[in-house]
């Protein structure tokens, strides 16, 4: 019976150890083999030479004392059976931990939609709704069921949507070809119905796809027009107020002012402005504004002096900006704001150690981008590329309170997506399809050392995905819905 477990255990670790290797192959720097893979297969080996050699003699020796085939051959199939179940519980212990898929999105049609941006709804994250070019889709975060969907007005565009839902309502805007976005809707996320649509005059530069035109806090939906801000009642879509950003009287008639992103938090609403005077640039601000009233509680110099080449929110709450002028000896930083009203903490994007990779090389979520950067508990954590690579390997975290880099992370493979991940955790997911869990304080690499395998998703997963906590489960979202799946989830 021994004999045969030894049997057992070759059969069963031949069968798992192949059947676990992603498209037969793997042992590269960039495909590497799933843990446990290399010493189940020598074990496998070892034991078919033992197994084989110990099952001759055995039944040889049993023969003698009691002719017949029978009885050794049930003896010998006894002790298969018998090995399998510690068997498997070893291949556990030598694999370790994996994440498997469980659902998988069917493919987007028509072929050339993209996704611009993702929500999940709920404190559980129970739906995650994409957002593509010509549609609002929603997927069951466990099961992946299609809950609902919501087409976009004919010949309109999706060009904008709110950075998070607030009390059940998403907002999104829409545009025609080449026009600004004109046109807002209220959208409630848990059914798929347009609550309410308002029409705007659209800020002219922003014709296609663009983030942080739209943002939400409870009770009120901000916009951003041609020149001003708008605010609504967030469940009605009712008009509450108007903050125009022109100066007026004076030599305030040659300069005109642009909203460019908008964030919404805390009762106020946090606006960068750029102004141009006569056609070039003039300046740029950082207004604060009521979100009951529209008043303007502040308004500060930001400090650039030629026109702003990239601007970007980072965080809502605490403020969190990432700025950068087209002037390549100026400002090019996250800019940390705190509720003190002193200056903002700078974290330049270039350092000696690395540089700070906050938005992805290839970008293609342009309503809401899957940013390699979050906020949490006043640490920023980001990706970072150190120097002479060519992507980003290591995540480091710097304090918002004074700038300096508090911890790093090598992680040995490129940075596909990064997420927070509750209790002060944040989740990074690596092109080698593993995922790690860090603490935002310090660093520490929480659970496998190395990461958790990520399985059977070779090519489903794109370069610059968004990762959604959904309670056990994470969601990964592609852009891309033909080459690869719109959605999927994976879990322990």
């Not at 059940?168 to 600004?180: K, N, Q, S």
């Not at 209220?186 to 705007?200: A, N």
Request: include cysteine; proline fraction near 6%; hydrophobic fraction near 40%.
């Amino acid at each position: 019976m021994a004999a045969g477990a030894v049997v057992g255990l070759a059969v069963e670790y031949h069968w798992v150890g192949w059947t676990s290797i992603p498209g037969g192959s793997c042992g590269s720097d960039y495909d590497p083999c799933p843990d446990g893979t290399t010493p189940t297969l020598l074990l496998a080996f070892l034991f078919t030479f033992a197994g084989v050699g110990a099952v001759g003699a055995a039944v040889a020796a049993f023969t003698r004392i009691r002719p017949g085939k029978a009885l050794p051959a049930v003896l010998v199939s006894a002790g298969v059976l018998l090995a399998l179940w510690p068997g498997w519980q070893a291949y556990l212990w030598m694999r370790g931990p994996v994440l498997d898929p469980v659902w998988e999105a069917g493919r987007d049609r028509p072929s050339t939609v993209r996704g611009l941006g993702a929500w999940s709804v709920g404190e559980d994250a129970a739906t995650v709704v994409r957002v593509r070019s010509d549609a609002l889709v929603a997927y069951d975060s466990r099961a992946g069921d299609r809950r609902w969907s919501l087409r976009a007005p004919v010949r309109a565009s999706v060009c904008g949507m709110s950075e998070r839902v607030v009390d059940g309502i998403g907002l999104v805007a829409f545009g025609r070809y080449d026009e600004p976005c004109d046109s807002v809707w209220g959208v409630d996320v848990r059914s798929g119905r347009k609550v309410w649509e308002r029409k705007i005059s659209g800020v002219p530069q922003y014709t296609s796809g663009s983030d942080s035109l739209l943002t939400a806090d409870a009770g009120v939906a901000v916009a951003l027009a041609d020149g001003a801000v708008q605010g609504y009642d967030l469940a009605e879509g009712t008009p509450s107020w108007t903050a125009k950003l022109n100066p007026t009287g004076g030599d305030g008639d040659a300069v005109e002012c642009q909203p460019q992103v908008a964030s919404a938090a805390g009762g106020s609403t946090r606006v960068v402005v750029t102004c141009t005077k006569l056609g070039e640039f003039d300046s740029a601000r950082l207004v604060t504004l009521d979100n009951a009233t529209g008043r303007e509680r502040s308004s500060r110099e930001l400090p650039v002096e030629s026109p702003v080449s990239t601007v970007m929110v980072v965080s809502a709450d605490p403020f969190t900006l990432l700025l950068k002028e087209e002037d390549e000896r100026g400002v090019a930083a996250v800019l940390a704001y705190s509720g003190s009203g002193g200056d903002p903490v700078n974290i330049p994007l270039t350092a000696d150690e690395e540089d700070l990779t906050v938005v992805p090389t290839v970008t293609s979520f342009t309503a809401r981008p899957a940013l390699l950067a979050t906020v949490s508990g006043g640490t920023l954590v980001v990706a970072a590329t150190k120097p002479g690579a060519d992507e980003p390997e290591r995540v480091a975290g710097y304090s918002l309170r004074d700038g300096q880099r508090l911890w790093h992370q090598d992680l040995g493979s490129t940075i596909t997506a990064l997420a927070p991940a509750g209790g002060g955790q944040v989740a990074v997911l690596g092109g080698n399809d593993r995922l790690w869990t860090l603490a935002a304080a310090d660093g520490e690499r929480l659970g496998e050392d190395d990461g958790t395998m990520v399985r059977d998703v070779d090519g489903k997963i794109e370069n610059t995905a968004q990762l959604l906590r959904a309670d056990d489960t994470w969601v990964v979202v592609n852009s891309d819905g033909d080459s690869h799946p719109p959605a999927l989830g994976v879990k322990g």
